[in-house]
Nanobody, 123 residues
Framework: QVQLVESGGGAVQAGGSLRLSCKTS????????LGWFRQAPGEEREFAAS????????YYGHFTKGRFAISRDNAKNTVYLQMNSLEPEDTAVYYC????????????????WGQGTQVTVSS
């Protein structure tokens, strides 16, 4: 059974940082591309970042503006999202997702999802 479990969300003030983690199990981690998405109330799910199976290439959504960094540890079956210079507009539920041999920005393409972790940024 495939499981993705996010952690690391919380409440921070504008300008602060958070590091999200997504621990996976039940899949061949090194064969999967991984993505982070976010969804605010009433909004469509939005691409934040993704990383290729071997970790050599990362992609970012336009809103990240150099503030976010995705990384993965294949030995720990875990993907991370470092978020710096957070803004109130970053408030959302953040989800990780996985798909074999894919690391694109289309959330509809991903096969497996975590339950999400809430990030709240106050001004």
């Amino acid at each position: 059974q495939v499981q993705l479990v996010e952690s690391g969300g919380g409440a921070v003030q504008a300008g602060g940082s958070l590091r999200l983690s997504c621990k996976t199990s039940g899949l061949s981690f090194s064969a999967f591309g991984l993505g982070w998405f976010r969804q605010a109330p009433g909004e469509e799910r939005e691409f934040a970042a993704s990383i290729t199976p071997n970790g050599d290439t990362a992609y970012y959504g336009h809103f990240t503006k150099g503030r976010f960094a995705i990384s993965r540890d294949n030995a720990k079956n875990t993907v991370y999202l470092q978020m710096n210079s957070l803004e109130p507009e970053d408030t959302a539920v953040y989800y990780c997702a996985a798909k074999a041999s894919y690391s694109g920005s289309d959330y509809r393409a991903y096969d497996y999802w975590g339950q999400g972790t809430q990030v709240t940024v106050s001004s």
